[in-house]
């Protein structure tokens, strides 16, 4: 990963000195969705069967009209370079480098359900007291928790799920504290 993070270093900061960061983070956006949505693409690229040639094309022909030169360029350096198999973790670092430079807070909220609109303007509202800068809310949806949420912001995180709350109560009762009645 410190590969991944340098190499997206370099390209904020070029992207940053051509001007271009917001249409180079779209294309980093881009890319990773690609990635996460293409796993035969990203095993293709991290192939050491696939010569860098046929890579390098495949590359092209799928970005070349989505990207700026910009970043196409980056992305034949990346190849010239054999880096190819970081591409995705190069566009995970670029996204996380890009919000610590916008000063963006990332607020995980994972649910049962989908949040309305009123509440996820709650959840921002309590967030952007504690964070400075943006406040970008990302939410997930897992049926276990039954009720409540989790809300993790950066390294904190709020639990008020049903889920762990059956959890200690579960473990509170199964530490011996009440002993059955002896007929």
């Not at 406040?135 to 049926?143: A, G, L, M, R, T």
């Amino acid at each position: 990963m410190i590969v991944a993070s340098r190499y997206a270093k370099s390209l904020i900061d070029l992207s940053i000195e051509l001007k271009q960061l917001e249409e180079v983070n779209k294309d980093m956006l881009l890319i990773k969705q690609v990635c996460e949505q293409n796993r035969e693409f990203t095993v293709l690229l991290k192939s050491p069967v696939v010569s860098t040639d046929k890579k390098s094309s495949i590359i092209r022909s799928i970005f070349e009209s989505k990207v700026s030169q910009t970043t196409l360029s980056f992305l034949n350096l990346i190849t010239q370079k054999r880096r190819e198999g970081d591409v995705e973790n190069i566009a995970y670092a670029f996204n996380e480098q890009y919000k610590l430079h916008k000063n963006i807070t990332t607020a995980i909220v994972t649910t049962a359900i989908t949040l309305d609109d009123a509440t996820k303007t709650k959840i921002l509202a309590i967030v952007k007291k504690q964070a400075s800068g943006e406040v970008e809310i990302v939410e997930k949806i897992d049926k276990a928790l039954i009720g409540g949420f989790i809300l993790t912001v950066g390294d904190k995180q709020i639990d008020a799920s049903i889920k762990r709350k059956l959890n200690d109560l579960k473990k509170n009762f199964s530490d011996d504290h009440f002993v059955p009645e002896l007929n």
